[in-house]
Structures are given as structure tokens and as C-alpha cells.
């Protein structure tokens, strides 16, 4: 039975609603298993656990975390590791200054938008994040939806920051020293050369310790065609002949986030939490 969602995120990074508010959403949806995975922030982990005892949801730990070929998805891990916290104390520095020079850039290119503007789309003391200015820049009529924005402006933009971006070995590294296990996630998003030579990349990934992959998630509109659901076959072959896990979860952060990645509609069975699991004894956690 496919009753568990194991990438989900709330107001702690770009979701819409709070830990507490997605715990409800997933009792009315009978799920048995959740996660959520906030980008680069276990800040909502506790409440998140808490409520989710509350409601007899058993509760899996997670983060995703940006690198520089891609996102890496952790499970399982000890929250309360110091190398980890480090970690992701400084990706999220890195963040707010990123945010800042979009700013700086919008500006530049006459968009009326400003720090304060973006801070009041942000719950205070939560994770910062380009959706945020998204949200302030429709606020102020530079377009009707995110994916607009995005599109249109956002994407367009290329910061370069002083500290190099992270590579996927590294933090795959961090995971597992904190006793966890690493997933690539939604891998219809990587780049075209990454998908054209999708092979050595997943080989890359199996080498540095990657234990896991998504082969369920949404699909939007312009990638739901023929040559797309071949590559994710492809993905599924990949999957098998490392053994790696095959995840999924609906990437939810609410539908004025999101429309497609629909709660409760792109579920795993629960054997993948086991898999898992099963995965960080092999580790030796």
C-alpha cells in the first residue's frame, strides 16, 4: 500500500503552512510514514516529530540540501550531530547572502523590491529563500505565479559568492558521518548534460555513497512527455544495478507554491522507510 511521503516542506524553508498544519494534512490522508525535508534547515524537526507521535505518523528525519551538481536528500540522521549542524549553519549563511545580492541585482535591473519586502513573505526566525522574493515581486505586480517569476526574472540571475558551492560528495559525507542516508532527488531536474550522460553521473553519486534515488515525483506539464518517462526508466534500471533505493515523495509546499506537487497523490510504500533503515546498518548506524 502506497501510504508514505517522504519529501515534503514546511514554513521552516519555502513551504506554506507549518509543521503542525502538514501533520494534520497527512492524518486525513491516512499516511502511514512522512518526512520532512525543509532545504538545508532541521530547525522543524522536533515540533514536526512531536505532532506527528500526536497523530500516530511515524515520523522520518530529513533535510535537503543544495550542492553544486544538484540536491541531496538525508534521512535518518542524528539531529544533533555538531558536524552536520556546522554544516548547514554555513550553507545557511551563504543563503541569506545569496538572497541579498538577487536583491541587489533585481534593483539593478529597476525592480522595486527591497530586504523588508521579502522578510515580511518569511516566518520570522525560518529559513530565507528565493521564493520569498518571489512572493514579495508578485505582491508588487512583476507577475501572477511563482513559476512566472522564476522564469522571467529569478532564474535568469547568476550569483557568484565568495565560498564555492558545495559538491554532492561532500555533503553525502556529512550525512553519513552523522549516521544517515543520502538520496538524489526529482533526478528529471538535473541539468541537460547531467541527463545526457546519466550514467557516469548516478556512478559519481554510487562512489561518493549515495544510497538512495527518487523515481516518484511530480512531473510538470513541459516534462511529461515520451523521452521523459524513458529516462526515468532508465533511472529505475540505474536503481537496480547499484541497489540503490528507489524514494519518492509528492515535494509538497502547497499549491500556491507548487500546484502539481499534490499531498497524498505521489506516495511510496512503506518498505522504502525499511529499505532505508536497512541501509544505514549496512553503514554501521
Known sequence: MKNTDLHIHSNYSDGLFSPSEIISFCKDLNLKAISITDHDCIDGLNDARNYAANKNIEFIDGVEIQCAECEILGYFFNKE??????????????????????IDVLNDMN????YEDVLVEQVPGHQLMATHIALAMIKKGYGSSLQEVFKKYLNKIKIKLDQPPT?????????????????????????????EDIDFFVKHLVDFGITGVETTFPLPLELDVPEEHLF???????????????????????????????????????SVVSSLQKKCRINGF
Not at 525592480?111 to 527591497?114: A, E, G
Not at 529505475?236 to 509528492?250: D, H, N, R, T
Open 111 to 114: 525592480i522595486d523590491i527591497s
Open 232 to 270: 526515468l526508466e532508465k533511472i529505475k534500471q540505474l536503481a537496480k544495478q547499484y541497489e540503490l533505493v528507489e524514494c519518492g515523495g509528492s515535494d509538497f509546499h502547497g499549491k500556491a507554491i507548487l500546484p502539481i506537487n499534490i499531498l497524498g497523490k505521489y506516495n511510496v510504500d512503506y
Open 167 to 195: 559538491r554532492a560528495k561532500k555533503i553525502i559525507k556529512v550525512l553519513s558521518n552523522a549516521g544517515g542516508v543520502s538520496v538524489l532527488p526529482h533526478p528529471s531536474f538535473l541539468k541537460g548534460y547531467q541527463k
Open 81 to 102: 550531530d555538531n558536524e552536520l549542524n556546522k554544516f548547514l549553519e554555513l550553507h545557511q549563511v551563504q543563503k541569506q547572502k545569496y538572497i541579498l545580492k538577487k
